[in-house]
């Protein structure tokens, strides 16, 4: 079973910032896909932000003006910035690994909570 190291969620009020932090583990980033989806209560799964392992980036854009991705790949580490947070980024955010090409698999962390309230 394959597990991704998730952290950085927590408690902040509106306008904060956090950062999260996702490492896989030995080389399955290798030429995959990182990023991370999002859950709100009651709410499906929803893209965030992803980075591949060429550095091209993607964002929704619902964050693309407040949160920033980047990636090491010799660390096999992802962090997302959130900066400017909002009541409506509370959610529970997954870090995910992604491979299109063959080998092709798709790996997913724990998940950790982010609440924005005051």
């Known amino acids: 079973q394959v597990q991704l190291a998730e952290s950085g969620g927590g408690l902040v009020q509106p306008g904060e910032s956090l950062r999260l932090s996702c490492t896989a583990p030995?080389?399955?980033?290798?030429?995959?896909?990182m990023g991370w989806y999002r859950q709100a209560p009651g709410m499906p799964r929803e893209f965030v932000a992803s980075?591949?392992?060429?550095?091209?980036?993607r964002y929704a854009d619902s964050v693309e003006d407040r949160f920033t991705i980047s990636r090491d790949n010799a660390k096999n580490t992802a962090w997302l910035q959130m900066d400017s947070l909002k009541p409506e980024d509370t959610a529970v955010y997954y870090c995910?690994?992604?491979?299109?090409?063959?080998?092709?698999?798709?790996?997913w962390g724990q998940g950790t909570q982010v609440t924005v309230s005051s």
């Open positions: 030995g080389r399955i980033a290798f030429s995959a896909i």
């Open positions: 995910y690994v992604k491979r299109i090409v063959t080998p092709t698999y798709t790996y």
């Open positions: 980075v591949t392992s060429g550095g091209n980036i």
